[in-house]
């Protein structure tokens, strides 16, 4: 029973490309978390995503971040016109509901030069 | 707001020495609570979990024991192993809602 897979595990872009970041649930997990987390800093949530809807995104970026759970397919994280302040680990979580314990990817290393 | 605060790192101990990384939260009702553990390189992992008062999580050897009275979830081994080293993270979930809160983190170095 695959895990949560993320990929790329690192992504470099240089300022003002477009970073897209891939996250495959666990198997019969539809509910889907995103973080980011700064060097040497603890996890902050971004948004929360149950199929096809955002729950939650109190703690995305109002401008060039936005984030997808289509019906098929992974869930995308998307950020535009990337700026160095976004090189981070971008993790993501699933759950079978929110109520359960979060299973983590090995993240996405981005990386802006 | 909800929030988890835990001690900071990094906490330094030589192999088979006592290990206690302190973790308090404020949360209304009546949440949940997780340790993860990530190791470098790795996403988190959950450790262990408790999820109602006087409740005692447990898993390879860490123990942490949900207190309502001082709203603490404080994460113990008897005898940490070098392989322990990671950055450990206190966590709330609200049952009620859908958000899992991290503290920032705590960093742990064991020495051979």
């Known amino acids: 029973n695959a895990g949560v897979m993320q990929n790329p595990r690192h992504l470099v872009r240089r300022r003002g490309q477009e970073a897209r970041l891939r996250c495959s649930p666990m198997?019969?997990?539809?509910?889907v978390y995103w973080y980011r987390q700064l060097p040497e800093e603890g996890l902050k949530f971004m948004v929360y995503?149950?199929?096809?809807?955002?729950?939650?995104e109190s703690g995305m970026p109002k401008e060039r971040f936005s984030a997808e759970f289509p019906k098929e397919g992974p869930s995308i994280l998307r950020i535009q016109q990337v700026v160095r302040g976004d090189s981070a680990a971008y993790f993501c979580?699933?759950?079978?509901?929110?109520?359960?314990?979060?299973?983590f990817g090995d993240g996405t290393r981005l990386s802006i030069l | 707001g909800d929030s988890v605060t835990q001690m900071e790192g990094p906490v330094t101990l030589s192999e088979e020495a006592f290990l206690t990384i302190n973790c308090t939260y404020t949360?209304?009702?009546?949440?949940?609570l997780f340790w993860y553990v990530q190791y470098p390189g790795e996403g988190l992992q959950l450790l262990l979990k408790?999820?109602?008062?006087?409740d005692k999580g447990s898993n390879k050897g860490f123990e942490a024991t949900y207190r309502k009275e001082t709203t603490s979830f404080h994460l113990e081994k008897g005898s940490v192993q070098v392989s322990d080293s990671a950055v450990y993270f206190c966590?709330?979930?609200?049952?009620?809602?859908?958000?899992?809160?991290f503290g920032a983190g705590t960093r742990l170095f064991v020495k051979a």
């Open positions: 979580a699933s759950s079978p509901d929110p109520d359960q314990p979060q299973h």
């Open positions: 198997k019969g997990h539809s509910h």
């Open positions: 995503l149950q199929k096809e809807n955002i729950i939650d």
């Open positions: 949360a209304t009702g009546y949440p949940s």
């Open positions: 408790a999820t109602k008062a006087d």
């Open positions: 966590a709330l979930g609200n049952t009620g809602g859908f958000k899992t809160i």
